[in-house]
């Protein structure tokens, strides 16, 4: 039985504020070291109501992405899919597990979908960078996702969204 | 098994959309409307910065104040004199090109712009200005800052736009080495480290560490003789066909937030003293004739003038730290 939607704004603001984060200027320095946040968010909410955040909503969130980082379009959308399949059909096993077990998990989804979006970066030529610096990035995701997730789920069970 | 038909599908419309992006133009206009949408949210992101622009401005005390007003009028008036300088040179410079016949190329108009946010994509090296096309910005034009060559708008929206760094991996600036002339392209960085490196360069080619770069005109997107940067290191490796040559921006990349557009003028003439207009953020140029009081520089009563050559430049800054 699915319940009835509610509270959508609860996650259009999350949404919001991880895209906010995700723009927000940081030290040159510091670049690689920024968590993915959106990717968070969306992992979570793809957890917390698989019948409601599913791959279209991932490609919805990926196109916005794309349109907010002014890259090629589809290229988020692209990868943020296959985020949102992997979780889908990860998502009961990954419930069960501790919060440093869910980080592992969140390492590999999120370092595997930057990978993969540097690769199509590469072959559509958006980038011609060497390196892969950027996986720093899926590490900070990995660290901060506990915390994430605790605030996440606050928020979900105050606003009762299912 | 519909959530694999369902993934198979927004796939390929992702897939599709990339296609169409890269082969077509047409998905730049939705983009480009979009951008009403995105606006906002780089303005709700970029309140932090301002704020604590705000703050520096409100809490800062009289002294402080004093202080920077003090140097910043000394460099004025050391500004000032290089353009008087400058006037004549660039004269007596259109003198000769008449005689030469030669087309006029330096570019004197530009447009203020601040930057309001850099690239998340740790990939790619560009910045987002509070210019877009309802300030008149255009593709392709050249952004700079007050030490060297920035970039170029790459996608202009309606009120932001995308500029490429020079240090972006996929950019290549045609450069000329200043002291002999020697032309090259300086592509952007594909290591972590942001800077440049010198392409196809021979093993036997006249650069030194130190040389200063600046852009030659070619390809005709820059403007000429802007500099752009400072060569660091040169390795000749007997292994490899050209050498590796490394250079370091002028431009503050990472750390300014004030740049400027140059504006696309044919008719510009070389070198005439420009004047900002607040109203219009346009730097114009006016005729020598025509300056305020102002601007009339004071520099020239506390010191000889020398003659106007090219080494002029580093004796006006020795006398200034003589001064100072």
Known sequence: MIPKANAIWVILLSFLVAYLLAIVPFPEWAMHYRPQWVMLVLIY????????VGIGSAWMAGIF?????GSMLGIHAFTFAILAYITLSLHQRVRLFSSWQQSGIILALVGLVMTATYWIKVITGETAQEGMFFLLGALSSAFVWPWLFLLLRQLRRSFDVH | MSLEYRLVAFLALAMSLLYMDSRYEYL?????SVAYLTTPVYWLADIPTRMSFWIDDVFVSQRDLLEE????RQQLLFAQRELQLLAGLASENSRLRELQEASQAVQGRVMTAEIINVSNDPGSRRVLINRGAQNGVIEGQAMLDAHGLMGQVEEVLPFTSWVLLITDSRHGTPVQVNRNGERTIARGSRGDAPGLELEFVPDTADISV???LVSSGLGQRFPKDYPVAEVTSIIHDPGQPFAQIRARPLAQMDRTRHVMLVIPDDEAIVGPPMIFDATTDVVENVPVTNLPEDFSPAA??????P???PAAGSAAQETAGGIQ
Request: aromatic fraction near 8%.
């Open chain 1, 45 to 52: 909410w793809v957890m917390a109501l698989p019948y409601r």
């Open chain 1, 65 to 69: 992405t794309d349109i907010l980082e």
């Open chain 2, 28 to 32: 730049d206009r939705v983009r480009y």
């Open chain 2, 69 to 72: 007003n003090t140097q910043l």
């Open chain 2, 210 to 212: 130190g040389d200063l």
């Open chain 2, 300 to 305: 020239a009563e506390s010191q000889p003038a």
């Open chain 2, 307 to 309: 003659a106007p050559n």
